[in-house]
């Protein structure tokens, strides 16, 4: 299903997309070997979905509003992403948690970014803003996003990579995610490269035989 030699990625988000948005301008190179073919998002107004437009990729609105059963919608997620031809499954700021059937079909094939370094301050319900203001009152010295494998536990799946900032004197949650976003954009786009190039084996990462 592969054109041009490229990797094919389905890109999940429920925003703004900027870490979309990277991948897409990272693909604007004819070097880089990962396309992003399709973008499925939970929020039909979202940005991701109106990057999606400008720049003439596939965007798919699949929500409890199109299906309002959760295996229904799991369902329409996996198929969406098996009719385009989607080999690596990325998660870009997208608020719900991936269903069985889809964790099944793209098993060690789903990847995922936080903003801080995980295993520390991750979990349910640490998110976006959530996740700066536990860095800062941790009294933390650095922070910085991971990308990492998704499993059925939030933010638990092997880690790919991490970035390391600095927390700085006088931070507050928006500047120590400004921060961190930027190096999000850096690091997505180069752990998928990897991936893509066949530098990183996601299944000997996570253990598979």
């Known amino acids: 299903m592969r054109r041009d030699g490229r990797l094919r990625l389905g ?6 997309g900027s870490n979309l948005q990277a991948l897409i301008d990272a693909a604007k190179d004819p070097a ?11 929020n039909s107004g979202s940005g991701a979905m109106q990057r999606a437009a400008r720049e003439g990729i596939a965007g798919v609105h699949l929500s409890s509003v199109t299906h309002p059963d959760p295996q229904a919608l799991d369902r329409a997620i996996a198929d969406t992403l098996q009719a385009h031809g989607v080999e690596l499954v ?4 997208y608020m719900r948690k ?24 991750g979990g349910e319900g640490c998110w976006g803003r959530h996740v700066h203001e536990a860095v800062l009152a941790a009294g933390a010295q650095e922070s910085g996003p991971t990308v990492f494998l998704v499993i059925e536990a939030y933010d638990t799946g092997p880690i790919l990579a991490q970035a390391r900032v600095p927390v700085l004197p006088g931070d507050d949650a928006d500047t120590l995610a ?7 954009h850096k ?8 991936i893509a190039a066949g530098e990183m084996d996601l299944d000997k990462v996570a253990g598979a035989g």
């Open 32 to 42: 880089y070997p990962a396309q992003v073919v399709v973008v499925i998002s939970n």
């Open 98 to 121: 991936i269903g069985p059937l889809t964790l099944r079909g793209y098993r060690h094939r789903i990847l995922n970014i936080h903003p801080a370094l995980l295993p520390d301050f």
């Open 178 to 184: 400004a921060r961190v976003l930027k190096q999000e």
């Open 11 to 16: 890109v999940l988000a429920s925003h703004g």
């Open 90 to 93: 990325i998660l870009a700021g």
């Open 187 to 194: 690091l997505y786009p180069e752990v998928v490269r990897r």
